[in-house]
């Protein structure tokens, strides 16, 4: 059994922070490139961050670069994202996912890339 449980979500005002756990059961995380996205009521799936199964390489979305921030445990098993300055624009169910393959730097925010994919966590920022 493979999962992917996202915790850490909530209401927040806006310029408030969050930080967003995701922890794997049924497998050892560290085999795997992780991925966070996030959707919108009634817009597509939209990649936020990305970090490498050792921890060497992470990527971010325009939008959220410089106030997210991305970190891994591999002896807890588990991935934070660490968010910042939150904006109303943030709002969403946020996901981490997990890939066994190795992804390319042009395609680590790509939700085709990944495998194993958590139920989600509600983010909402107030103004």
């Known amino acids: 059994q493979l999962q992917l449980v996202e915790s850490g979500g909530g209401l927040v005002q806006a310029g408030g922070s969050l930080r967003l756990s995701c922890a794997a059961s049924g497998f050892t995380l560290d085999y795997y490139d992780i991925g966070w996205f996030r959707q919108a009521p009634g817009l597509e799936r939209e990649g936020v961050s990305f970090?490498?199964?050792?921890?060497?390489?992470?990527d971010f979305a325009d939008s959220v670069k410089g106030r997210f921030f991305i970190s891994r445990d591999n002896a807890e098993n588990t991935v934070l994202l660490q968010m910042n300055n939150l904006k109303r624009e943030d709002t969403g169910i946020y996901y981490c996912?997990?890939?066994?393959?190795?992804?390319?730097?042009?395609?680590?925010?790509?939700?085709?890339?990944?495998?194993?994919w958590g139920r989600g966590t509600q983010v909402t920022v107030s103004s």
């Open positions: 996912a997990a890939t066994v393959r190795t992804v390319r730097r042009s395609w680590t925010l790509d939700s085709r890339q990944y495998d194993y």
């Open positions: 970090i490498s199964r050792d921890g060497g390489s992470t």
